[in-house]
């Protein structure tokens, strides 16, 4: 019982905190800062695969893994920092305006989302490292009343991805 319960208040509190944290940053801006990592992901992959910009790591750094390592987490960080100063000031024109308090829950109803995807992408691999199809579960999980939503979640969201790259994975 004591167990289940725990479970159930992590889950609780996990989707409770990216509600709030989102509440207090805004819907437009969680919604930027997104976009801002994509473009940021998107940029880096296409200047590293698409230009001799490694090339700058190289001469300074022996190790080549390590050298492209750099280039990667710098390229990102760079591209993510001129995005999020882009958008900071949008962010906090909506924020300001009639509209704020829209964009507040509105970001409210998006960290809820945020948080039951974060519990499920983590519930996943610990599902499939610790209970394998057909193991039996202890107690504290199927007695916790969260946790058949969780699943079935999972479940959903491993069911978007194709058929074809779920057979690879279960290679190995």
Not at 150 to 170: F, H, N
Request: proline share 3%; aromatic share 10%.
């Amino acid at each position: 019982m004591a167990g289940s319960l725990i479970i159930d208040l992590v889950i609780v509190a996990v989707i409770a905190i990216s509600a709030l944290l989102a509440y207090a940053r805004g819907f437009v801006r969680e919604f930027l800062t997104v976009a801002a990592v994509a473009a940021a992901a998107v940029a880096t992959y296409t200047l590293f695969t698409r230009t001799d910009v490694e090339q700058y790591a190289r001469n300074v750094l022996a190790n080549q893994l390590i050298a492209d390592g750099v280039t990667v987490v710098a390229l990102f960080i760079a591209v993510l920092v001129v995005a999020l100063l882009v958008t900071h000031p949008l962010a906090e024109r909506v924020r300001g305006s009639n509209l704020g308090f829209l964009d507040r829950w509105l970001g409210f109803a998006w960290g809820a989302v945020r948080g039951v995807l974060i519990v499920v992408v983590l519930y996943l691999p610990i599902a499939a490292v610790f209970f394998p199809v057909g193991a039996i579960k202890p107690v504290w999980i199927t007695e916790a009343r969260l946790m058949p939503y969780v699943e079935r979640a999972g479940d959903w969201l491993i069911s978007l991805v194709p058929a074809s790259l779920r057979e690879a994975t279960r290679r190995g």
